[in-house]
């Protein structure tokens, strides 16, 4: 079956730095994506990497290794307001959207 | 630039009824999706639409259905509300860039009594 597994909650200081990670089991890659959700809210785009490297933007940077199944998002100068969840998804070879369950990031002053 | 809205926020509603949230885009996307999200799961597609006219089941179709008269609107409607249904609904779509990012509604509370 198809999977994406990521950490349920991670807890970081302002100011800090923190790596979000990202592995996945699909059927067929056609991209990657990270969106941000804050309590309540709806999703909202972050990040799209489609080949392997790091793309940075801002604060915020994203990483994948397609022969690994392994992404990460990286965010630095840690402010109050990046307290949100971090989700996961994976464009199959049907160019479906496999989701996973989000990353809950408590950021403490 | 309204983007998509969702109507309505939240709704309580007792088991057996039939429900239907709407959405509606401005983007003229072709694409358009309904998920539920549920606590400690990934979003689960219900239904899609690729362009006005067709449809699609996701990952959870049951109980639901879907229409796509024009390119605008993607209600979702449930025939038969039972608890299970009870979840936060998210209409998105998309368009035919690069990356084909979603763009979501905020999203409709239903809890099923």
Redesign the interface.
Known sequence: GQNIDQPTEMTATEGAIVQINCTYQTSGFNGLFWYQQHAGEAPTFLSYNVLDGLEEKGRFSSFLSRSKGYSYLLLKELQMKDSASYLCAVRDSNYQLIWGAGTKLIIKP | IAGITQAPTSQILAAGRRMTLRCTQDMRHNAMYWYRQDL??????IHYSNTAGTTGK?EVPDGYSVSRANTDDFPLTLASAVPSQTSVY?CASSDEG??????????SRLTVL
């Open positions: 400690g799961l990934g979003l689960r597609l996701g998210f690069e990356t084909g990012e979603l763009f979501f509604g905020e999203g």
